[in-house]
T-cell receptor, first 116, second 113 residues
Framework: EPEVTQTPSHQVTQMGQEVILRCVPISNHLYFYWYRQILGQKVEFLVSFYNNEISEKSEIFDDQFSVERPDGSNFTLKIRSTKLEDSAMYFCASTAGGSVYTDTQYFGPGTRLTVL | AQKITQTQPGMFVQEKEAVTLDCTYD???????LFWYKQPSSGEMIFLIY??????QNATEGRYSLNFQKARKSANLVISASQLGDSAMYFC??????????FGAGTRLTVKP
């Protein structure tokens, strides 16, 4: 069964450093998402991406964040200058289409980011 | 305002018994989707079940069923015949037309042998 994959599974970085989190969505999916989950808290939406553009972003997704689909398979989340509060699990998700009725978002296993 | 409310931070259930995890939601849209995800201790998010706002029948997927009461804006997850492997966090989520998913705070389910 196809699945969303994410690398690395765990990333440790120093405050102020740039990190890039990588995702490979399910191959025929068209919509891509990033979510984060601070330890012990709920999952929070960051951004959605369709047709090489951001379609929606939350207030969390400020200028420190950017997303890119550099090729036909990868979808990346970049944090330019990490802060301690960026420490969280970051989930990538994808759907085949944008309909609320039929399109379940399938999540990757997550990347745990630790900012020291 | 909270879009998704899960009022049970933790629940216990005896193995082989059924358990209901509560979820209420807030929306003024007529078109929306409701989802339940399971998050085991390993951290991944596993899709369990989906209910569309116009679906007249409650969704079922194996041992999972969704008790959808539209007028009450509730979408409770029922797990029948609980297994030890069901111990995990369970998140209710909603997607409104044109928006992306909003999650509840989660319920930690512990299945006791």
């Amino acid at each position: 069964e196809p699945e969303v994959t994410q690398t690395p599974s765990h990333q440790v970085t120093q405050m102020g450093q740039e990190v890039i989190l990588r995702c490979v969505p399910i191959s025929n999916h068209l919509y891509f998402y990033w979510y984060r989950q601070i330890l012990g808290q709920k999952v929070e939406f960051l951004v959605s991406f369709y047709n090489n553009e951001i379609s929606e972003k939350s207030e969390i997704f400020d200028d420190q964040f950017s997303v890119e689909r550099p090729d036909g398979s990868n979808f990346t989340l970049k944090i330019r200058s990490t802060k301690l509060e960026d420490s969280a699990m970051y989930f990538c998700a994808s759907t085949a289409g944008g309909s609320v009725y039929t399109d379940t978002q399938y999540f990757g296993p997550g990347t745990r980011l630790t900012v020291l | 305002a909270q879009k998704i409310t899960q009022t049970q931070p933790g629940m216990f259930v005896q193995e082989k018994e059924a358990v209901t995890l509560d979820c209420t939601y807030d929306t003024s849209d007529q078109s929306y989707g409701l989802f339940w995800y399971k998050q085991p201790s390993s951290g991944e998010m596993i899709f369990l079940i989906y209910q569309g706002s116009y679906d007249e029948q409650n969704a079922t997927e194996g041992r999972y069923s969704l008790n959808f009461q539209k007028a009450r804006k509730s979408a409770n997850l029922v797990i029948s015949a609980s297994q030890l492997g069901d111990s995990a966090m369970y998140f209710c989520a909603m997607r409104e037309f044109g928006n992306d998913m909003r999650f509840g705070a989660g319920t930690r389910l512990t299945v006791k042998p």
